[in-house]
């Protein structure tokens, strides 16, 4: 089946620490997002890639790094910048330049320790 | 500029009486209009779509949804609701322009359905 995996399900964060949230696919989707979800604020985008060894900044890439090696990957890192990463975590892809809706994974929930 | 605004941060309905979620939205041309449906811990599934083709969009598990322009609205409806379509509910456009096709958010409705 085709789809969007997105690991682990719960991540736990100490003070200091980075921690990577992994995204993989294999609808053959060239471009990736990722999304943070507050309660309340609906969706809010951090980073988007088009195409592999391409990605943008989105409206709240402050504390978070991407890379973009494969079409099928899209690592979030969050890094220890990032002073309230509580959220849940929200990976999506869709085929590029194209106003085709995006699909969504399962999500990553962080937490602080 | 394109935005959304979900009217209602909260509905309650019986089980077997008609849905209605409310969405207003504002774009600088011909959006594209989606609504997603998130249960708990679950990523968003797509319910339904509009891009410029009927105003009527059916979508799946009997919901729809008219893009009315004279009003910039696009509220979803379902006639008779479930115990199972309990969840939040996402209006969504698309910002397709450029290099990317960027989703704008609602902040959501979630709807409470009572036996």
């Known amino acids: 089946d085709g789809g969007i995996t997105q690991s682990p399900k719960y991540l736990f964060r100490k003070e200091g620490q980075n921690v990577t949230l992994s995204c993989e696919q294999n609808?053959?989707?060239?471009?990736m997002y990722w999304y943070r979800q507050d309660p309340g604020q609906g969706l809010r985008l951090i980073y988007y890639?088009?195409?592999?060894?391409?990605?943008q900044k989105g409206d709240i890439a402050e504390g978070y790094s991407v890379s973009r090696e494969k079409k099928e990957s899209f690592p979030l890192t969050v890094t220890s910048a990032q002073k309230n990463p509580t959220a849940f975590y929200l990976c999506?892809?869709?085929?590029?330049?194209?106003?085709?809706?995006?699909?969504f994974g399962d999500g990553t929930r962080l937490s602080i320790l | 500029a394109q935005s959304v605004t979900q009217l209602d941060s909260h509905v309650s309905v019986s089980e077997g009486t008609p849905v209605l979620l409310r969405c207003n939205y504002s774009?600088?041309?011909?959006?594209?209009l989606f609504w997603y449906v998130q249960h708990p811990n679950k990523g968003l599934q797509l319910l339904l779509k509009?891009?410029?083709?009927?105003?009527l969009v059916k979508g799946i598990n009997g919901f729809e949804a008219e893009f009315k322009k004279s009003e910039t609205s696009f509220h979803l409806t379902k006639p008779s609701a479930h115990m199972s379509d309990a969840a939040e509910y996402f209006c969504?456009?698309?910002?397709?322009?450029?290099?990317?096709?960027?989703?704008?958010f609602g902040t959501g409705t979630l709807l409470a359905v009572q036996p």
């Open positions: 999506a892809t869709t085929i590029a330049l194209s106003n085709q809706p995006q699909h």
């Open positions: 609808l053959n989707h060239d471009a």
């Open positions: 890639s088009q195409i592999v060894n391409d990605f």
């Open positions: 774009s600088s041309y011909s959006p594209s």
């Open positions: 509009y891009t410029s083709a009927a105003t």
């Open positions: 969504v456009v698309s910002s397709y322009g450029g290099a990317t096709n960027k989703l704008i």
